[in-house]
């Protein structure tokens, strides 16, 4: 340990007495004592090369959770394409059920892609009908509210149906090109039969209403999907790896003023583990309990 | 930082990358000083004990985040004079003064001196035990720092949180107390 040089230091008498100190008895740690520091010491590092070793399948997983996550962001980026078919799941899957969607006919082709521009690929996508229900369903559960609130949403339910039933025909007309006809829709609810009722005479100016609201409608979904939950106020005092160790003291005293003491303590703790070489300020070794 | 703190600083890294001998290596070289500073400054060779061994697994479980930003020593001294100040806080009563003497005395003094020249020393010796010990806490480590671990000034304020100038304070003040100690 005797390393420094003093020549800028030189006390008086400092050399005189620390001969003498040195004539003082050397005591020691026991070997004991020695001993447990150094199986300490090697322990921790066992510990850690375990640790290494177990970390590939946590880094797989991690990988594999990632991947699901941008599969399902993926998935609810497209979201919006199937926001017209929320009202009744089952015309989704009546319209997406034929096995060859190129051989509908033209008519119905041209009615999805004026009114539903947007839906046009999930109506043509060869993707299993149940997901396309279970996902307008849950669209469905979410844009409940609003459907209910706002008067053009039934306009916007409306191709569905009517695909569904320009199907029907078309299926009875093609017997060999189409797959076999799909389920008749299940009956309507009153409302929306009777809006149906009303705008099917003059499907003209819809197209332009519905993708407006389709926009509109996908707009708020999207916004009821990404928008950031609010921010809690604790989140001031929350811990942070980028923190210097002044703010993660100033954070700590934060908690005691705000009455948090348990967690306030607990980083206290945890501050002293990871930063053994720094001295607490007097005012938080203050707030440390007293042992004995 | 000079070549034998390169030494250290290059010890505990190599056993934060997993190599168990450079940490025996590092304990072997400060265990005997570090041990003896909490010794005569805690002056009870239990808590002595307790502080030297909590002392290392903060080492231990620092290892990660050791930067050889200081000299290792100083870090070392750091973190035992942190865990110093906490133990005065516990309110733990020291071991007395007869205590404390009875603690320093427990290795045999060398053989080879003659009669009078071993009770001349061992009286020197005595007093200087009991100046130490008489110091007041924050004189006493800064003299500890001084004649067991032969820390400069800046070192000693950078261990014990101090301006420069007021760890030369104490330290001169400390040095003054065990030479009038000495001359009696």
């Known amino acids: ?292 | 930082m000079d070549a034998a703190v390169d030494d250290d600083a290059t010890l505990m890294l190599a056993y934060a990358r997993g190599e168990p001998s450079a940490f025996d290596t590092l304990y072997t070289r400060h265990r005997g000083a570090l041990y003896r500073f909490l010794l005569r400054t805690a002056r009870d060779p239990q808590l002595a004990e307790e502080l030297f061994q909590e002392t290392w697994s903060r080492v231990i479980s620092s290892r990660a985040r050791y930067v050889p930003q200081a000299k290792f020593t100083t870090w070392l001294l750091q973190i035992a004079h942190n865990l110093l100040i906490d133990s005065h806080r516990r309110k733990r009563p020291l071991a007395t003064g007869e205590e404390a003497e009875r603690a320093f005395e427990l290795t045999a003094s060398p053989e080879h001196e003659q009669p009078e020249h071993v009770l001349s020393q061992f009286e020197r010796r005595r007093r200087l035990q009991l100046a130490i010990e008489q110091l007041p806490d924050e004189q006493r480590t800064a003299v500890l720092l001084r004649l067991e671990n032969d820390l400069s000034v800046e070192e000693i304020a950078e261990v014990t949180g101090v301006g420069r100038e007021t760890a030369k304070s104490r330290l001169r003040y400390a040095m003054n107390r065990l030479r009038e100690q000495l001359a009696e």
């Open chain 1, 1 to 292: 340990m005797n390393t420094h040089d003093h020549d800028h230091d030189e006390l008086p008498g400092d050399d005189e007495l620390k001969a003498l100190y040195r004539s003082l008895p050397r005591k020691e740690p026991s070997p004991a004592l020695d001993a447990a520091i150094k199986r300490q010491a090697a322990d921790a590092l066992r510990g850690q090369r375990q640790r290494k070793l177990t970390r590939w399948p946590v880094a797989v997983a991690s990988c594999a959770v990632i991947v699901v996550a941008a599969g399902l962001g993926w998935r609810m980026v497209q979201q919006p394409a199937s926001v017209p078919q929320m009202a009744s799941s089952d015309a989704v899957t009546i319209s997406s059920a034929p096995a060859k969607p190129s051989a509908e006919p033209a008519l119905a082709q041209g009615a999805i892609d004026a009114s539903t521009p947007a839906a046009a690929p999930v109506a043509a996508a060869p993707a299993s009908p149940k997901r396309e229900n279970i996902r307008s369903a849950m669209k469905a559960k979410l844009l409940a509210p609003s459907v209910a609130t706002e008067q053009p949403a039934p306009a916007a339910t409306e191709p569905a149906p009517m695909i569904a039933m320009q199907d029907d025909r078309a299926a009875e007309q093609q017997p060999v090109a189409a797959a076999p006809p799909p389920p008749p829709a299940p009956p309507a609810p009153v409302e929306e039969a009777s809006t149906q009722a009303a705008y099917a005479p003059a499907p003209a100016p819809a197209p332009a209403s519905m993708a407006d609201n389709h926009a509109g409608r996908a707009a708020m979904t999207m916004k009821s999907m990404a928008a950031p939950a609010p921010i809690p106020a604790s989140n001031d005092t929350a811990a942070q790896a980028s923190d210097t160790p002044a703010q993660e003291l100033s954070k700590i005293r934060q908690l005691f003023a705000l009455q948090r003491r348990d967690e306030a303590l607990q980083r206290l703790t945890a501050f002293q583990q990871a930063h053994p070489d720094i001295a607490l300020p007097d005012d938080l070794r203050a707030q440390l309990p007293a042992h004995e």
